[in-house]
């Protein structure tokens, strides 16, 4: 699984968004329309938004997202940074998706750990860091 920078608000304009970014987009969702394909008539999303990936590494290979993520926030920072002045976005965050690695006999902790060099890019972009585990 790929981890990606997910941006959203309740009055977003994801064209407009688009153009101003100029980066490429993995998925876009919109208010109004449901959390679930499968589910027309279930809950439905309450924003609209946009998923960029940041890293296409498979899954499991934690160090190697960090790297390509690091790589990706650096390279981009100019656009990135101009999300700042857009006063209907909600939410900014990398979205890290992990592979639940516990069970009852090895392993009781599972830790992951971002890098320092990380923290100080997300402040200065203004991005929440999620850490979405999958089992």
């Not at 688009?18 to 589910?39: D, N």
């Not at 100019?78 to 939410?91: A, F, M, Q, W």
């Not at 203004?126 to 850490?131: C, L, M, N, V």
């Amino acid at each position: 699984m790929a981890w990606y920078l997910r941006i959203s608000g309740e009055n977003l304009n994801i064209a407009q968004l688009k153009s101003e970014l100029g980066l490429v987009v993995a998925s876009e969702f919109h208010k109004g329309e449901p959390y679930l394909e499968s589910k027309p008539f279930g809950k439905k999303r309450r924003k609209s938004g946009i998923s960029i990936e940041t890293s296409p590494t498979y899954f499991n290979n934690f160090k190697q997202h960090i790297k390509e993520t690091i790589n990706f926030l650096e390279e981009n920072s100019g656009s990135l940074k101009k999300l700042e002045s857009i006063e209907i976005i909600d939410h900014k965050g990398l979205d890290f998706g992990i592979g639940l690695r516990l069970n009852k006999n090895d392993i009781v902790v599972q830790v992951e750990v971002y890098p320092l060099r990380l923290i100080p890019l997300c402040s200065f972009l203004g991005f929440d860091i999620e850490t979405t585990i999958y089992s």
